[in-house]
Nanobody
Framework: QVQLMESGGGSVQPGGSLTLSCKIS????????MGWFRQEPGKAREVVGTVYANSPRKYSAEHVDSVKGRFNIYVRNSENTLYLQMNNLKPEDTAKYVC?????????????????????WGQGTQVTVSS
């Protein structure tokens, strides 16, 4: 049984940093396409970035333009955990952040994948950026 569990959300001032984690169980991270998504109330879920293993223990990450240079998605094999490091946070980054994964997308992983293509989801963690 595949399970994803996020942690690390919270409140931070503009310009601050947070790191979210997504602990994955039931499947090895190297076999997955993984992604971070975010959603504001009343709005559609949007992709933040995706990552997959393009060779043993090496991962290729892709981020949407709005977070490039500020956010970084990475994986720790030893922990079977996906991370989202967020720096220079802005009020518009306020949202519920959710991690997702699907083994069938590994060879076609990327930010062009839509949320409904991912089978496995975490519950999400709230990030609030305000002064």
């Amino acid at each position: 049984q595949v399970q994803l569990m996020e942690s690390g959300g919270g409140s931070v001032q503009p310009g601050g940093s947070l790191t979210l984690s997504c602990k994955i169980s039931g499947v090895t991270v190297g076999d997955l396409c993984m992604g971070w998504f975010r959603q504001e109330p009343g709005k559609a879920r949007e992709v933040v970035g995706t990552v997959y293993a393009n060779s043993p223990r090496k991962y290729s990450a892709e981020h949407v333009d709005s977070v490039k240079g500020r956010f970084n998605i990475y994986v720790r094999n030893s922990e079977n955990t996906l991370y989202l490091q967020m720096n220079n946070l802005k009020p518009e980054d306020t949202a519920k952040y959710v991690c997702a994964a699907d083994p069938s997308l590994r060879t076609s992983c990327g930010i062009r994948r839509t949320p409904d293509e991912f089978r496995f989801w975490g519950q999400g963690t709230q990030v609030t950026v305000s002064s």
